[in-house]
């Protein structure tokens, strides 16, 4: 968090140095495969919940139009 700034406009790099086969490299690892889980789980949950919150306008659409059309 500390490399995000208000008014940042540049790219920030992020460089970590973890010694192998040490305590910091298990904490890297495992909050990689956290991230991964979340991605497969989580985000794509959110992006069914998205779906669901369709109005009426929008079946009707997609009954019209097809899903494909109004949907991407």
């Known amino acids: 968090d500390r490399a995000h700034r208000i008014g940042q406009k ?18 890297i690892e495992r909050a990689q495969q956290k991230l991964k889980l979340d991605a ?3 985000q794509q949950g959110r992006l069914q919940e998205k ?3 369709l109005t009426k306008n929008d079946m009707l659409d997609m009954i019209r139009f097809g899903a494909d059309e109004v949907v991407c």
């Open 10 to 27: 540049k790219e920030v790099n992020v460089y970590r140095f973890v010694t192998a086969n040490s305590v910091e490299e298990k904490i």
């Open 40 to 42: 497969m789980v989580v």
């Open 51 to 53: 779906q669901k919150n």
